[in-house]
């Protein structure tokens, strides 16, 4: 069963850093690609950052690119998202999600539970 | 404001066939498949469709999706109580380097 736990998410202040994590179960882990997705309260989905199954292609939304980067530790099964230069506008709960390929325009086929993240002083 | 234009809201009674439409252009569902998520209240979202009509093992054939140009459509046929939730198509996009994009999400409502 393919299970994505995802982790840290808190409380930040504006201009502040955090990473989040995401454990990975029950597949092959470096056979795929991974995303994050987040949802802003009472928002919809928004595509955040997408990472091949080796970490070599990475892309990212233009709302994100330049503080977000994606990367992934295949040795521990984990993928990760550090995020600088936090904004209220980033205030979501974080999706770990699973690609149906190991590259990049294929679909998201497996979703976490999210981890919330509050960007507030 | 979303690539991808879905209608906000969409309703139907039981038994009732909806249908919820998805635009976009030809960097997007012109020239990439499109797949569609279900969401219910307070859960992660599901996939329902990829490939433009393909549905995974477990998804009831009362759903069914398709694809003409650069729209696409997902049709919920006999519809039931359970399926009110908020729907939402997504596609590769080839522009600015590639990049996922989301519709902004139908909300459809069982009377």
């Known amino acids: 069963e393919v299970q994505l736990v995802e982790s840290g998410g808190v409380v930040v202040q504006p201009g502040g850093s955090l990473r989040l994590s995401c454990a990975a179960s029950?597949?092959?882990?470096?056979?795929?690609?991974m995303h994050w997705v987040r949802q802003a309260p009472g928002k919809g989905l928004e595509w955040v950052s997408l990472?091949?199954?080796?970490?070599?292609?990475?892309y990212y939304a233009d709302s994100v690119k330049g503080r977000f980067t994606i990367s992934r530790d295949n040795s521990k099964n984990s993928l990760y998202l550090q995020m600088n230069s936090l904004r209220a506008e980033d205030t979501a709960l974080y999706y770990c999600?699973?690609?149906?390929?190991?590259?990049?325009?294929?679909?998201?086929?497996?979703w976490g539970q999210g981890t919330l993240v509050t960007v507030s002083s | 404001q979303s690539v991808l234009t879905q209608p906000p809201s969409a309703s139907g009674t039981p038994g009732q066939r909806v249908t919820i439409s998805c635009s976009g252009s030809?960097?997007?569902?012109?020239?990439?498949?499109v797949n569609w998520y279900q969401q219910l209240p307070g859960t992660a979202p599901k996939l329902l469709i990829y490939?433009?009509?393909q549905r995974p093992s477990g998804v009831p054939d009362r759903f069914s999706g398709s694809k003409s140009g650069t729209s696409a459509s997902l049709a919920i046929s006999g519809l039931q109580s359970e399926d009110e939730a908020d729907y939402y198509c997504?596609?590769?996009?080839?522009?600015?380097?590639?990049?996922?994009?989301f519709g902004g999400g139908t909300k459809l409502t069982v009377l």
């Open positions: 999600a699973k690609d149906a390929n190991y590259g990049s325009g294929s679909y998201v086929d497996y």
């Open positions: 029950g597949f092959t882990f470096d056979d795929y690609a």
């Open positions: 990472i091949s199954w080796d970490g070599g292609s990475t």
């Open positions: 030809s960097s997007n569902i012109g020239s990439n498949t």
């Open positions: 490939s433009n009509n």
């Open positions: 997504a596609a590769w996009d080839d522009s600015l380097n590639g990049r996922w994009v």
